[in-house]
Every structure is written in structure tokens, then in C-alpha cells.
């Protein structure tokens, strides 16, 4: 067994850094043709990944409907 200072440092390095709050829940979704290629292009547009497009559109739909 490792231990002491050493052990700790490799410990550290292990994994993804943690990058705000924690997404524990995970979906998959089914998307035609052209609602993939809506993705793409929104992705590639606003320089974010998809889940970050999805994501941004499921807080604008929620708002929308809460408030209007």
C-alpha cells in the first residue's frame, strides 16, 4: 500500500474535476433527422455542446410556461 503524501497526490489527480452542480440524472432521447440537424446547427452556432442546448431550451420552455 501507498501511504502518506504520495498517496494523496495521485488520489487527486483522479477523475473530473467537478465543474458546479452535480447532474446525476441522465436521459436519452430519440430525434429525426432534422431535429438532430437543428441540434448540430444550434450547437456549432452558439459554441456550446448539446446538452448545453438542450439544456437552455428546457429552461426557456419551462419560463414560458410559468410565466406567460
Not at 497526490?9 to 452535480?22: H, M, Q, S, V, Y
Not at 448540430?40 to 446538452?51: C, F, H, Q, R, V
Request: cysteine-free; hydrophobic content about 30%; overall charge positive.
Amino acid at each position: 500500500k501507498m501511504k502518506g503524501v504520495m498517496w494523496d497526490l495521485i488520489k487527486k489527480k483522479r477523475g473530473r474535476p467537478p465543474t458546479g452542480e452535480a447532474r446525476t440524472y441522465g436521459y436519452r432521447i430519440r430525434l429525426t433527422e432534422d431535429e438532430a440537424e437543428i441540434l448540430d446547427y444550434l450547437s456549432d452556432k452558439l459554441g456550446k455542446s448539446k446538452a448545453e442546448v438542450l439544456r437552455k431550451g428546457l429552461t426557456i420552455q419551462y419560463n414560458l410556461e410559468k410565466f406567460n
